[in-house]
């Protein structure tokens, strides 16, 4: 078994111009290129040519219309980085069917909170069929109880379905393509409906004016195919595109971080994202001495993405000087900017020029709102952020201060996005839809930034949307799980995250009424070990007074607020002041 090579021969390279994905699917299957999976060691495990990925899911297609899936059904899909999961998605655009990939489980969290929020994301799809690892079966049909569903199978049993004589119903070009859970709470999950148009328009506009495809690219990846960067990024691009892609589980980089820069390396791959966190992953391999430098090559990357958090420029640079003896060249960083609700991409900064930063004072942006240029002479104060390029071309991005006014460059305000490459909505919640869209079709983003120079800088984000090594989490899941968990009373917690060097953390302030130490210190161990155990995070419990979470106007929680005086030290002197009450035989409330 030999990997499927960089370019095919005998087929034209054609950048994203199709109609549909299944049109794709149908032009990459006439070259020789494909996906490639590896073990966590580096050895090839799996391949795909587009070939036969295509001749596969025509099959699986022809099944799952035999079976008696309607058009337009939902199929609830576990999205491992598996041959079968690829080859059912593929199989839905030929059925007429919507896939809607979801995670697999952590090791990290409860088995118990992965089935109930499945559950949810099959009640928010109204999924009818689902489709998982047979290892993972038993997760879907326990989140499935009480629910109607057609079809509850292992890909295998999809694959053994009848289908012959089954007429094909591909999607066109106006008519949906996927669901992407993405962002939102787990809690109250949104499905956002991704047209066949919007993909095609990403990938094209990802191809042409995001990263210049040409022949002889080739990527590599180690992202979940369930998040919108692996699924488009690295799946859906590379086909579209007709190069081949190699791949890594998510698990088995979280193992061996080390076997990314190896598998780029080991086909010559020029393309290949990461969040922040993966960088920081690598370097610290090298520093620990866990890396024989010479091994490897890396002078073939010349698009190492970045996005999926917020970027954090000493880590990139750490990563740079740690890989530059084995030829990783800084100008090959892409700092981008994206979201699931577009597709996948926004923006991004010009191939080339590596990580462009803008150093503003601190103090100035606090009071005034503008991000000004900081004072040389005054270091401290400087806060250094990463621009993010342009909009892509076809698409706008636009800055706006809470009238709706837009902005003139440098002052931060709520960042808008509108193109063809943005979600149809959030699937049968058009209240949703309508709450995010204003009446020109402008997307409100939810984060905050800075026009520079017609680029883009992002800040921070408007929406209370917590991102951890990667993941996006919703902070009212963390709040009601520990309200729930420890009998609280509803309002009792605030989540948020705040910055530190090595990215971000999650804090959890909690209003406690018990007075003695013993209760207080088991308090905070119970309800840490409780989102530990329920959400894989690892959080920071601060307690505090009663009242002392502060509230908006109309009797909403205000996390921002509450991480404001975290960071100014009120809770700090809350605590000092409780503490010396108790020593004076006072209680707390």
């Not at 390279?13 to 996906?35: I, Q």
């Not at 193992?255 to 922040?276: D, E, K, Q, V």
Request: glycine fraction near 10%; charge should be negative; charged fraction near 20%.
């Amino acid at each position: 078994m030999t990997p499927t090579p960089t370019t095919s021969r005998n087929l034209d390279h054609r950048r994203s111009d199709f109609a549909s994905l299944a049109e794709a699917l149908d032009y990459a299957a006439g070259g020789a290129t494909g996906f490639n999976l590896y073990t966590a060691r580096g050895d090839l495990a799996a391949v795909l040519p587009y070939r036969e990925l295509r001749e596969r899911a025509i099959a699986a297609a022809q099944g799952l219309i035999r079976a008696g899936l309607p058009r337009g059904a939902r199929v609830l899909m576990i999205a491992d980085t598996t041959v079968e999961f690829i080859v059912v998605f593929a199989a839905c655009q030929y059925a007429g069917l919507l896939p809607a990939p979801v995670a697999v489980p952590t090791s990290l969290g409860g088995r118990d909170a992965y089935i109930a929020t499945l559950a949810r994301q099959m009640e928010s799809s109204d999924a009818t069929a689902a489709i998982a690892p047979a290892d993972l079966l038993g997760y879907v049909r326990e989140a499935a109880a009480g629910r109607k569903m057609d079809l509850l199978l292992t890909p295998e049993e999809v694959f053994a379905l009848p289908g012959a004589g089954a007429s094909l119903r591909t999607w066109q070009p106006g008519e949906p393509c996927y669901l992407q859970f993405s962002s939102g709470s787990t809690r109250f999950p949104k499905g956002i409906e991704i047209s066949q148009r919007a993909l095609m328009a990403n990938c094209h506009a990802i191809s042409i004016d995001g990263l210049d495809f040409r022949v002889g690219d080739r990527a590599a990846s180690w992202l979940p195919l369930y998040h919108d960067m692996g699924l488009v990024g690295f799946m859906l691009t590379p086909l579209t595109n007709q190069f081949s892609c190699d791949y890594i589980t998510t698990r088995d980089f979280a193992r061996r971080p080390m076997m990314w820069p190896t598998l780029i390396a080991m086909n010559g791959a020029t393309f290949s994202y990461s969040p922040t966190f993966g960088y920081d992953l690598c370097s610290r391999r090298v520093s620990e001495g866990k890396l024989t430098l010479p091994s490897i090559d890396l002078r073939t990357w010349r698009g190492a993405g970045i996005g999926g958090d917020m970027i954090q420029p000493h880590i990139l640079q750490r990563f740079a000087e740690a890989f530059a003896p084995v030829g990783f060249d800084p100008r090959a960083f892409v700092p981008s900017y994206g979201m699931a609700e577009t597709t996948l991409a926004m923006s991004f900064s010009a191939l080339g020029k590596g990580v462009q930063t803008d150093a503003v004072s601190r103090s100035r942006m606090s009071t005034e709102g503008r991000a000004v240029p900081a004072d040389p002479a005054d270091p401290e104060d400087a806060r250094s952020f990463v621009r993010c390029g342009r909009a892509l071309e076809g698409h706008g991005l636009e800055v706006r201060g809470e009238d709706g006014a837009v902005l003139p460059e440098r002052a931060i305000g709520r960042i808008f996005f509108r193109g063809p490459s943005l979600m149809t909505g959030y699937f049968r919640q058009p209240e949703e839809t309508a709450r995010v869209f204003d009446a020109q079709g402008w997307l409100e983003t939810g984060d905050l930034g800075y026009m520079l120079d017609g680029t883009i800088v992002i800040t921070g984000r408007s929406k209370d949307l917590i991102i951890v090594a990667g993941r996006n989490i919703w902070p009212q899941d963390l709040e009601w799980t520990v309200e729930e968990g420890l009998a609280l009373r509803r309002g009792d917690t605030a989540a948020f995250s705040t910055e530190t060097d090595d990215g971000e953390q999650v804090v959890m302030l909690l209003q406690c009424r018990a007075t003695q130490p013993a209760d207080r210190e088991n308090l905070e161990r119970e309800a840490a070990s409780l989102l530990q155990r329920a959400h894989g995070v690892d959080c920071r419990v601060v307690l505090i007074p009663p009242h002392g979470i502060p509230q908006t106007s109309s009797g909403k929680i205000s996390r921002a607020k509450a991480k404001a005086n975290l960071l100014a030290g009120l809770y700090a002197a809350d605590a000092a002041t409780a503490a010396s009450s108790r020593a004076a035989g006072g209680a707390t409330g």
